[in-house]
């Protein structure tokens, strides 16, 4: 048992300390009546029940406190976690994603790109009929436009200009396959003006289009990164 005073481990039921030599403050309850005696008495002088089985118990010179819970880390702000590279699940949340408005404002300018694209590329073929080898080069330069931009930027230029940005939803950049699996399937959700599309986004807590939901992708406010 430790001393009292010092610390130091002395035999059970010592009545001094070897070390320091003070005397040790032994202290014991009865089982019967649950009294604090003093010393180690073979009898308890309150209720009379037989102690000698009790060990007396040494009372400790000091108690370890308990040191207090860490608090909790402080969140990282969206636009920090980002630019240091620290992203999680939940790096991504429904405010910071844009809207049917907007978005379809951005496919109006894009559209717009592509169409002045269709326009150079008809001229150079001589043909206008939107049919043959032309208009499945066009699809292809549309694809690639999409594909290529949101790769490796984020974002294309419709979405540049409102002040967008693609990412997965874990707050990563897209990968190539990423960016490929979500413009392919623009495919379905333009099918009646872009409805499908809109109706998708309006059911989904991160406002994905189906495009979004098979890539794990979202569109986000950029200022929500800064």
Known sequence: MPCTNCGKEIPANSRFCG???S???????CPACSKVLNGNPRFCPYCGSALSSQPAQTAQPYATATPPPAPPAAPIPP??????GQYTASIVSPEATVGVGKRFVAVLIDG???SFIGYLLAMMTGQTTGAGAPAFLWFLILLAYYVVME??????????VLGMKVLKT???????????????????D?????LLGAILIWTSPLQQRLGDRVAKTVVVKKSSLA
């Open 19 to 21: 070390f320091c030599g």
């Open 23 to 29: 005397k040790q403050q032994l202290s014991n309850s």
């Open 79 to 84: 636009g920090e976690a980002f630019a240091a």
């Open 112 to 114: 717009i790109v592509l």
């Open 151 to 160: 790769k490796m930027y984020g974002a294309t230029l419709g979405k540049m």
């Open 170 to 188: 874990d707050g990563t950049p897209l990968e190539w396959n990423d960016s490929l699996i979500r413009n392919l399937l623009r495919i379905v």
């Open 190 to 194: 333009a099918l009646f003006f872009y």
